[in-house]
Nanobody, 115 residues
Framework: QVQLVESGGGLVQAGGSLRLSCAASGSLSLNHMDWYRQSPGKQRELVASIQYGGQTTYADSVKGRVTISRDNAKNRVFLQMNSLVPEDTAVYYC??????????WGQGTQVTVSS
C-alpha cells in the first residue's frame, strides 16, 4: 500500500506562484507520479505527469507555467506553478501508479487564485 499526502496549497493572487508537494509512504516502487486537479462542476483532469526516469507530460493549459519534478530517493513529487490565473483554482490531487496496475490517490489540496 501507498499513502500520498499533499501539501502547499493555499490562496494566492493572480500572477503569483505556489509549490505543491506530495510525499509517498509505503514499500511499493512508483513509476508514474502525477498531479490532477478538479474544480466544481468539472471533471478531474491531468495537470502534469512524471515517470521514474524523469519523462514529463503537461496539460496544454499549464505548459510554460508549471514544472513537475520528483525526488525518487525520498518518494516525493513536486509541482511548481507560476503565473497563476483564476482558472487554476481547483483541488489538486497527487496520483501515483506502480510498475503494474496499482494506483493511489492523495486527499487533495485546495488552490485558490484570486483575481
Amino acid at each position: 500500500q501507498v499513502q500520498l499526502v499533499e501539501s502547499g496549497g493555499g490562496l494566492v493572487q493572480a500572477g503569483g506562484s505556489l509549490r505543491l508537494s506530495c510525499a509517498a509512504s509505503g514499500s511499493l516502487s512508483l513509476n508514474h507520479m502525477d498531479w490532477y486537479r478538479q474544480s466544481p462542476g468539472k471533471q478531474r483532469e491531468l495537470v502534469a505527469s512524471i515517470q521514474y526516469g524523469g519523462q514529463t507530460t503537461y496539460a496544454d493549459s499549464v505548459k510554460g507555467r508549471v514544472t513537475i519534478s520528483r525526488d525518487n530517493a525520498k518518494n516525493r513529487v513536486f509541482l511548481q506553478m507560476n503565473s497563476l490565473v483564476p482558472e487554476d483554482t481547483a483541488v489538486y490531487y497527487c496520483h501515483a501508479r506502480t510498475w503494474g496496475t496499482a494506483e493511489f490517490w492523495g486527499q487533495g489540496t485546495q488552490v485558490t487564485v484570486s483575481s
